[in-house]
Structure formats: structure tokens, C-alpha cells
């Protein structure tokens, strides 16, 4: 059959159970080659309803077999069946419901949207995995479908190695979650078995699978509404499984700290990057200048040294003969006295932009600040110290644009601040910068950096999240620690085999929340009954004169405050489907990634 070409700039997103490749985008959507529409989900899925009406306008391109015979990379393609829809204003859809093979489940979309070259249609990329299967079923049942098969291949960073557990991995003691009965088999293998939690050792994390969906979608909900960008966090969970949930719910992208979180995001092909850091490790630098790359990626900037330090670095391109591809986009940060990094004020930060504007190889792209690191509650004193320094964010964006420091800026200007604690002040302060197309002026972007509210907690961000104290609740703790008691040496207290080196403790103590009497009884509650202290493979937990029998051999389920003290415990999580149920199950692993 005659190889379908896809345009570079096609879209290719998910909507609900359906992933689509979309070409023309709808309109306001801008896309560029392998990258998610920026902030078009929303609206592609507003449009869903074009799917439903469009059976009577199917057009058959070809149903017979065809073997390419492309070898490079080190597989041959064999390509079935391709049918098209062609639906009103020209645009052309192929959706698929299902997706298997390491490319989907790691990465969350078909493959990279590039030409078609030796017989592979453009947007499935001669890396893109082992497995493809594309299709949809419309309401008539009709059926399409792309076959796409190619032995699987490592590559230096594969996405065999992030954020998924491969069909090749056995399970073993190298993972502390997983029980000695499943050593050998492949995470697929065990979690088909049903196993429920009393077949899990302790201590143990678990990841909540209904709450976890119920927060992506309050998240992105909660940012449509709000008239803004979610880019979430990705270091709390460093979990790539879950950035791809947050992109397909709507995320603009993700971001990262370090040079080493940003390689991982690089490598799962997140197409908006920003690194809420300032980027100064030399290789990395050289690396994205000196690349053409697909995902648009973000840096701070805060200072004139930082400005200068990056600078000598794209210098010595010159020196080995190498050319600035792509400049580097920056954004400089405001900071406050008594906060964290960030120009102490608007002043110093107009110096530290002209510092950019004047450096070959950096693009200054807008504005960013961290308001969390100026208050810990939600006291009248603090959310005013919160909206100052916002109104001052603002300004500085303001004086920006008035100065005419800012250039060409593919992709638009962002405005950047909130965390997970003041992320509606953020919206208060900073939404009517909102201005994706630059109807009132450049194109802006305000973009949100929450990450924790995708495990929410039991602790500091029960108490502080605003969208946690909204009418019915929103968010909901995603995350448990599972832990037997060991020892009842006196009365009053309890010793169970959770600790430092399980549980996190830097924003407080996890809390006792229900019990599993001999480790295999229903999840019953359990009031009187707290943690004093934790030791590296310990935890002393108090019982009060309510709290009913504990007895040895019993297992206790506690709240965790901080949830990003708790992902990097854990290199694998098991995923269960729901906590508060009599006798959860597995459904699921997570795998972490943090070095």
C-alpha cells in the first residue's frame, strides 16, 4: 500500500480512552514536530463530538499487507491496514484505543511526528518501540487500525529503563516492595494473579490508583477553570508513568530541578521542559545549543554571575568550531529577602535581563519566582507576604514589556510561579497575564508548577493546599506507608519495621490512621494511636487509652506528609486500587526514577 504521510507538525495527543493524530490542528492550537498541542487538550477534547458524526465519511485508503523492508535501527516494519477519517474543515484523524509495547506505556504517545522515510510513515519513528497496535472502534463498528511491528532495541537511555518495567525484568530483591513469591516473574506476570496487599511485604509504600486519577483531573479541572497553564512539578514523584498522565489530562509540560532531571524528561520526550534552575553544567549546555531539539526547554536565571557563567560556556563553542542552533531559552527570577534564590529586586532583575538580551545564544522568555519559599501557612500575614511578592512578579513582567527587553519568542513569553501551597493566589495575582494569543499585547503564557497534589498527603498539604479546602474536597491522599508491628516491649507502645529509610518525616510524622489485625484482617479504623518518633528501620507509635488491642504480627496504615520525601524512597511502587478498601489489590507497579 502507498505509505501515508503524516505532517511534521500533526498533532498527537489523548482524549479520554482515545489517543489521536491530528493534522490540521484545530484552530488557535500551535504545534510543532513531536510535541502534545500546547494547552489544546482541553479544546480536542471539547471537540470530541466529531468523532461521534463523522462514521459517514470514511475514506479507505488501502486494507492489504504490505512489508517495507526497512532494516535501519535494526528491525524490519510490517505495515496492515491504514484507514482514514476525514472529518469536516479538512482534518484528518487516526485514533487508537490501545497501544502495546514499551513505547506506549512509557511514553504515552505512538512515536516522534517526523517525515515518512524508507516505507515508515512519518510520526512513527524508526525508535519508537517493539508493538504497535492502532485503533479505533466507531459507533457503526467500523474498525481502523495501524499495524505497526519492529523488534525491540535498547537505546542509551531506552524506555526500557524509565519509567516502566519492561517484559525483559524480572522481579527480584533488588526491589523492597516486591514479596520472594514474585521473584522471577515479570511485574505483568505477578499483578495478573490478583495478588491482594496481605501478599506484600512490609514496610511498604503504596500508590493509590483511584486517587491519583481523581487528582489529575481536579488539577487540571482546577486550572481550565482558573484560566491558566499546570506545567507540574515532575521532581516530586520522578515517576514518568505519571508525567504522561499529567500531559494526557492537559499539562503544557513538566518541570524538572536539576540537569539530570531534565535529561530523564528529554529522554521521555516531554515536549515543554522547564527546569526551575539555572542550567550551568557545561556538557548540557553545548548538548541543547548544539542540538536541534522537539521539546522547548525552559532555565532561571537570577543573577549577573549566572548570566556570565553560561556565557562563557557558549563561547567556547566558537572556539571547537560549533554553532548555537538553538539559543537557550531563560527566565529570570524574582526572589524576596529572607526566600530562597532569585534578584533580591526588580532593579537587579532588569540588569540580569539585559545581561541576557546581550548574550549571543540566550533568548530571554519571560519571568519566574517560587512564592513558597516566603510562608508555611495560610495566615492572613502570610497570604498578603504571598500577593506581594506576585504584584512584584507582575511588574517586573510589566517593566519587561515596556522596556522592550523582550524579543521574538517562539512559543510565546511564560510568566511563572506557584507551588502547591499558594497556587490560587497565584491565579488571583497573575491570571490576567493569560494571553496565549497575544490578543492585548506579546503572547503570554502563566504557568502553574504544582507536582504535589498528584499524591496529595496526610500532613502539610491536607492542611495548607487551597484546592483541598474547596466544597467536596478535590484533592485525596494518594499515598500510604504499610508497616507490621514488631514489638509490644511495654504498655503503650507498638515498634513496627517502618522508618527513616521508608517514611518521610521532614514536614512531620506520619500518622496511624487504620489496622489490618494479624496482617491479613479487613482495613478497620484505628483512633488513638500516633507515631513519637522514627529511627532508620523503626518507628515508636504511642497507643492511647482508645486505641484498642495492637497486638504483634498486625499491620498499620499511616498517612505520609510531604509526598515528595516519599517517592524517593522507593524505586518501585506497588499501585493499589483503593486503601480504603477492606482488602485492596494490586493493580499496578510505579516505577521512580531518581538516579
Not at 540537569?259 to 521521555?268: D, P, R, S
Request: proline residues 6%; charged residues 20%.
Amino acid at each position: 500500500m502507498g505509505t501515508q504521510n503524516w505532517p511534521e507538525s500533526a498533532t498527537l495527543a489523548r482524549i479520554g480512552p482515545l489517543c489521536v493524530l491530528e493534522w490540521p490542528p484545530p484552530d488557535g492550537c500551535r504545534t510543532a514536530a513531536g510535541r502534545l498541542p500546547d494547552g489544546c487538550l482541553r479544546r480536542l477534547a471539547a471537540a470530541r463530538p466529531r468523532f461521534e458524526t463523522a462514521t459517514q465519511r470514511i475514506e479507505t485508503v488501502s486494507q492489504q499487507i504490505e512489508t517495507a523492508g526497512h532494516r535501519g535501527g535494526g528491525g524490519q516494519w510490517a505495515l496492515v491496514h491504514d484507514r482514514r477519517l476525514d472529518l469536516r474543515n479538512g482534518h484528518h484523524v487516526h485514533a487508537f484505543a490501545g497501544v502495546i509495547g514499551d513505547l506506549f506505556w512509557a511514553l504515552g504517545w505512538a512515536g516522534r511526528i517526523g517525515p515518512a522515510r524508507s516505507g515508515i510513515p512519518g510520526g512513527v519513528s524508526d525508535d519508537a518501540g517493539s508493538f504497535l497496535l492502532l485503533r479505533l472502534v466507531l459507533p457503526n463498528r467500523t474498525e481502523h487500525r495501524l499495524w505497526a511491528v519492529r523488534p525491540a532495541q535498547r537505546s542509551e537511555v531506552g524506555v526500557e529503563e524509565i519509567g516502566v518495567l519492561g517484559p525483559q525484568y524480572k522481579l527480584g530483591p533488588q526491589y523492597k516492595a516486591v514479596p520472594v513469591t514474585a521473584w522471577g516473574r515479570t511485574a505483568e506476570e505477578f499483578v495478573s494473579t490478583g495478588p491482594g496487599l496481605a501478599e506484600l511485604p512490609t514496610p511498604l509504600l503504596t500508590l493509590d490508583a483511584g486517587a491519583t486519577e481523581q487528582n489529575i483531573a481536579t488539577m487540571a479541572g482546577w486550572a481550565a477553570r482558573a484560566g491558566l497553564d499546570l506545567a507540574p512539578h515532575g521532581k516530586t514523584s520522578m515517576a514518568p508513568a505519571l508525567w504522561r498522565r499529567q500531559l494526557e489530562a492537559g499539562a503544557l509540560g513538566i518541570t524538572v530541578a536539576t540537569g539530570w532531571q531534565l535529561t530523564v524528561a528529554l529522554a521521555q520526550q516531554v515536549p515543554w521542559i522547564m527546569m526551575a534552575y539555572p542550567l550551568l553544567e557545561p556538557a548540557l549546555i553545548r548538548h541543547l545549543v548544539g542540538t536541534t531539539r522537539s521539546a522547548r526547554v525552559l532555565s532561571w536565571v537570577d543573577g549577573l554571575d549566572v548570566v556570565e557563567a553560561m556565557a562563557t560556556v557558549l563561547k567556547s563553542l566558537a572556539a571547537d568550531s560549533l554553532e548555537v542552533r538553538e539559543p537557550l531559552d531563560v527566565l529570570v527570577e524574582l526572589g524576596a529577602s529572607g526566600g530562597r534564590t532569585g534578584a533580591r529586586s526588580i532593579g537587579q532583575a532588569m540588569a540580569v535581563a539585559r545581561a541576557v538580551v546581550a548574550t549571543p545564544g540566550l533568548r530571554l522568555a519571560g519571568v519566574a519566582g517560587y512564592e513558597g519559599a516566603l510562608a508555611h501557612d495560610r495566615r492572613p500575614e502570610s497570604l498578603a507576604a504571598v500577593r506581594a511578592y506576585l504584584s512584584d512578579l507582575a511588574r517586573l513582567h510589566a517593566r519587561l514589556v515596556e522596556a522592550r527587553l523582550y524579543g521574538p519568542v517562539p512559543g510565546g513569553l511564560v510568566v511563572s510561579a506557584g507551588g502547591s501551597a499558594y497556587f490560587d493566589v497565584v491565579a488571583e495575582v497573575l491570571a490576567r497575564w493569560h494571553d496565549p494569543g497575544g490578543t492585548a499585547g506579546p503572547a503570554v503564557r502563566v504557568v502553574v508548577r504544582a507536582g504535589a497534589y498528584i499524591a496529595h498527603d496526610d500532613g502539610f498539604y491536607r492542611g495548607i493546599t487551597p484546592i483541598a479546602r474547596s466544597a467536596g474536597g478535590g484533592l485525596r491522599a494518594a499515598l500510604h506507608g504499610w508497616v507490621r508491628v514488631l514489638s509490644r516491649p511495654e504498655p503503650g507502645l507498638a515498634l513496627v519495621d517502618g522508618g527513616r529509610r521508608d517514611l518521610p518525616f521532614d514536614e512531620g510524622l506520619p500518622e496511624v490512621q487504620a489496622i489490618r489485625r494479624g496482617g491479613t484482617g479487613g482495613t478497620e479504623a484505628l483512633a488513638g494511636a500516633s507515631v513519637c518518633a522514627l529511627n532508620d528501620q523503626h518507628a515508636f507509635v504511642r497507643l492511647g487509652a482508645g486505641a484498642g488491642p495492637v497486638a504483634v504480627g498486625d499491620v498499620l496504615r499511616l498517612g505520609i506528609s510531604h509526598p515528595c520525601t516519599a517517592f524517593d524512597k522507593w524505586q518501585l511502587i506497588p499501585v493499589i486500587d483503593d486503601a480504603r478498601a477492606a482488602q485492596p489489590v494490586l493493580v499496578d507497579f510505579l516505577r521512580t526514577v531518581f538516579g
